[in-house]
């Protein structure tokens, strides 16, 4: 893989050392600190992957509501050439934004795209830890209500995160009706 993984381990400090050839073995090139955190015990790196994941929701309905406020513009000309534009030097860049370019760059109008957006449980549980700690989480709360909307309605908005789920995951699309 291109950008490696971000690895976040949980478990006591020799098992982690042991396991360290393993996790050198997935990481991308560099600094072992810019890729690895030993999190704390045993179940913390699931957790802090579960928070990771949960802000992941978040931004792609961020980026997908962008999309969707520009496309319905008839003032904007060249849609996807307003992203690639944000993608350097702007504080919106980001990989997931590198992603939505290419998905617009691979079908302009994601006509081939449906916008039935699955939830593969970690926005939920996310969703499930914030309510249980009482602490607002009302972004990725609302990304998780988001795709459920996803199911109801055709969205410009909702096509863009299954587009964006596709480019960086692999993640099933489901053609457009």
């Known amino acids: 893989?291109?950008?490696?993984?971000?690895?976040?381990?949980?478990?006591?400090?020799?098992?982690?050392?042991?396991?360290?050839?393993?996790?050198?073995?997935?990481?991308?090139?560099?600094?072992?600190?810019?890729?690895?955190?030993?999190?704390?015990?045993?179940?913390?790196?699931h957790y802090a992957k579960m928070v990771h994941n949960g802000i992941e929701y978040g931004l792609m309905q961020a980026y997908a509501e962008g999309y969707e406020l520009l496309a319905a513009k008839d003032i904007i000309k060249d849609l996807p050439g307003t992203f690639r534009a944000w993608q350097k030097g702007t504080v919106v860049r980001s990989?997931?934004?590198?992603?939505?370019?290419?998905?617009?760059?691979?079908?302009?109008?994601?006509?081939?795209?449906?916008?039935?957006?699955?939830?593969?449980?970690?926005?939920?549980?996310?969703?499930?830890?914030?309510?249980a700690n009482a602490i607002p989480a009302p972004a990725i709360t609302a990304a998780l209500f988001a795709r459920f909307s996803s199911r109801e309605d055709?969205?410009?908005a909702m096509k863009m995160v299954s587009a964006l789920r596709n480019q960086f995951g692999g993640h099933a699309t489901r053609p457009a009706n």
């Open 154 to 156: 055709n969205s410009p």
């Open 95 to 131: 990989w997931l934004l590198d992603l939505m370019v290419k998905a617009l760059d691979e079908d302009p109008g994601l006509a081939s795209i449906g916008d039935y957006v699955e939830d593969s449980g970690e926005g939920r549980w996310t969703v499930e830890e914030a309510i």
């Open 1 to 45: 893989m291109q950008n490696g993984y971000g690895l976040m381990a949980g478990g006591a400090d020799e098992d982690i050392e042991l396991a360290m050839p393993v996790f050198d073995a997935l990481r991308p090139e560099g600094d072992r600190a810019d890729s690895f955190v030993h999190v704390g015990g045993v179940g913390a790196g």
